[in-house]
């Protein structure tokens, strides 16, 4: 799944996940054989988190095992699907992103901050609906995190990876190294091989010469 945005391309997909690609991506899954395991390419910035955390489950079922590579970055919802592969092929200068939800392009942890730091009177109705909203989302997100990495980590860890994924602790875009993943007790290993990155060189070649290629799903 290879999400990049060209500028001035035509374009028919978005870049970053959306519905249409879980539902192409459930069913890519769904046909390879149970025996059969998979390396899933993901370059993606992140996305809605619903056809995020669908993706996920279908790569944390799969009875052969996903391994998730990642050539450059997988931000947010990307992370998401990342957490639930067996393993997590990186580069030492590939990354990760938190995933502390946003609403209204607010981090849920700063508008929870936000209404513990002032009275409700002095908070505008608008922003306490924000921040009810927020306190939920988070809930959920670390239920689900949990739920994808709890198997490996154990009930512990996988409560504080989550805790530290999704608290506040850094902001929405800071990077997560191979290295920082390593040290959270994630299945991550460096080196990815040769022929990923020329992939993606000809997936870029294409996205500028095809427009309509900048996002394009892929599996194997």
Known sequence: MVHREQVGAQRKH???????????????????????????????????????????????????????????????????????????????????????????GYPSPSLIKLTEMKKADLVSDEMLLLADVAAKSLRQMRVFIISLIRDRLGSEKATAVAEFLTGGYLTHDRPITAKDAQALGLPVKIGVPDEIHELMRLYKFASQHHGSWYSVPCGS
């Open 14 to 104: 978005k870049p970053y996940i959306t519905i249409e690609d879980s539902e192409d991506i459930l069913y890519r899954i769904r046909s390879v054989n149970d025996d059969t395991p998979i390396d899933f390419i993901l370059h993606c910035p992140g996305g809605v988190i619903m056809p995020a955390e669908l993706i996920a489950l279908a790569v944390k079922e799969h009875p052969a095992g996903v391994s998730v590579v990642v050539p450059h970055y997988a931000m947010s919802g990307a992370t998401l699907i990342a957490l639930a592969a067996k393993e997590i092929v990186m580069d030492s200068y590939s990354v990760l992103g938190p995933l502390d939800p946003q609403i209204n």
